[in-house]
């Protein structure tokens, strides 16, 4: 499965590639990181249609996790790829918006990789 | 007072009072504004003592035998009711008074001249006309009358130099006791009147103190929710702003605890090589670790910092530190409010500033502050343009004997007619419920008056707006 990982803290990288080292080298997964929202529609559109699992921040500068996944849900209609957002604990306005845009699932931050890895199971 | 009165119900004097008060209360016109009674009870009081004294007048009159001067003060009563009666039906209150003062007038010129002309107590209680003027109607009035008065002097001055004082009309045994009465009324008049005075004069003092106190009452609270409200926007900022950082914390700690028993396990087995590379992770993750907490450490730092009242004590401060710090709280304060909020920030440190004796805190809330009207400024011309970048442009700069903090927007600009205003406490432009309109004047009393700086504004309106901070370098 491909991951694609939006965030503009760039340690996300460091800290995805630890926490799923093993899956990592058993080839279960492999991870994809954009530090922005336009560098993630970058990587999408150069992408052929790839299942892919979208893994997004909410709060970045210049383009916001949510007009990221108001594009992608618009944008990529076959397959349509899972989004997962990264929303900040207690942000109830955020996490009703994402929703609304048609967001798959959503995650907190601190981020619970145990919590993730059984969620990427399932999708 | 109330109270006492209310407390000693059988005494006598007291319920007269009482009596007295609603009897005045009884000439009030319908549809007045508690506020603006007092005058109206002043009015009427006036004019129902005046009566009373005129009936008490009668008496003596008649125990002199002066029909003319009882029946003088019979119609003077008299016009006096009717006139009260009047006004509580509508009748104008300006020119009932004038003619009650018109009567009394006439009344006190023809009592002076049976009194016998000029040289007797009739001619001075004239003065009482400008005086109760001045009282019931105001200063103009009081010229008015202050004027006839001395018209009415005149005339009898002149009229007496030609054909010679009045013959007095009072039985000459009783005109030490008539005089006694007359200068007395006259002078009894005189001190009410003065009371009345210095009892309006306190009464506006206390209201105008109370109102002065009310005001700096309301000013202090106005200037605790401009704090509360940017404090609102800092804290939702930060609690985004903390949430990275700890992300970091935990995981790379969990990862690193996974680490040391996968490490375990290679040492176990011999594999040096492993174990090497092992180590190596982790102590990078250490490095990020730490880094990250330190991160946690300085937010919490800025947030307790500004939560708290200001020390005012200058300390030698990063500047480009504190004005990084502040403009990523301002930008995810703002976005935490705001979905929509879009603007690019650019920034620009210039490595030189250094450190700079300011009060931090409040020298943060200044930047904040600007960085929020700035990004106001953007999202209003975003709404109203298409093909718009918004932007927001942060810089230091080292100067000769200071330094430097500009805040530009690419927004609406602010029109020539508010540029003259914008510092003004409680001036806005915003809608109602949007903005104290402290914030600038705030600011510009930290920067210029605690600070000895400058706050410049330059804008062009429909292009934007600059607002450069210059501090001191010492």
Known sequence: MKILVVDDEKDIKGLFEQRFRKEIKGGTVEFAFAFSGEEAIDYLDHLDHEAVLILSDINMPGMSGLELLDRIKKKYHKPPPVVMMITAYGDEENHRLAKSLGADDFLTKPVDFSLLKEKLKLA | MCCTADMVPGWA?????????????????????????????????????????DLLGIGLALQLQLMVIAALLVMNAGINLILLTLYKYGFSKTLAAHLFLFQHAISFMVQAWYQGG?????????????????????????????VGMVIMITSYYVYE??????????????????????????????????????NSKNKAYELVEKKHHDLLATQAQLIQSEKMASLGELTAGIAHEIQ?????????????????????????????????ALTQALRENETKIVHHGKRADSIVK???????????????????SLVDE???????????????????????????????????????????????????????????????????????????????IQIRDNGTGIPERALSKIFQ??????????????GLSMSYDIVVKNHGGELRVDTEEGKGTTFTIVLPNH
């Open chain 2, 302 to 320: 800025g947030m307790l910092q500004h939560s708290r009242a200001s020390s005012g004590q200058k300390e030698l401060t990063d500047l480009n």
């Open chain 2, 161 to 198: 130099t030609l054909y010679g004082a009045p013959v007095s009309q009072f039985p000459q045994d009783q005109k030490a006791y008539l005089f006694f009465g007359s200068v007395l009324g006259t002078n009894l008049s005189l001190f009410i009147l003065l009371l009345v005075y210095e």
């Open chain 2, 425 to 438: 406490p409680f001036f806005t432009t915003k809608p109602t419920g949007k903005g104290t309109g402290l």
């Open chain 2, 326 to 404: 502040y403009q990523r709280l301002a930008y995810h304060g703002l976005r935490a409010k705001d979905k929509s909020f879009q603007v690019t920030l650019h920034t620009a440190y210039d490595e030189h500033v250094g450190k700079v004796p300011v009060v931090p805190q409040d020298l943060g809330r200044v930047v904040l502050n600007l960085i929020t009207n700035a990004s106001y400024a953007v999202t209003e011309r975003r709404k109203l343009e298409k093909n718009y970048e918004p932007t927001v442009w942060i810089a230091t700069r080292k100067q000769n004997d200071g330094v430097e």
């Open chain 2, 13 to 53: 004097p007291v319920n007269l009072f009482r009596m007295y008060r609603k009897f005045v209360d009884r000439f009030l016109p319908t549809g007045l504004h508690s506020t603006d009674l007092r005058a109206h009870r002043i009015f009427i009081n006036v004019l129902l003592i005046s009566a009373i004294a």
């Open chain 2, 244 to 276: 990275n950082p700890l992300n970091f914390v935990n995981n790379f700690a969990e990862v690193n605890t996974e680490l040391i028993d996968e490490l375990k396990a290679e040492i176990e087995k011999g594999n040096v090589s492993e174990a090497l």
């Open chain 2, 118 to 146: 000029l040289v007797t107590p009739a001619t001075a209680a004239y003065f009482l006309l400008p005086a109760v003027a001045i009282l019931i109607l105001g200063k103009r009035a009081s010229v008015f009358w202050f």
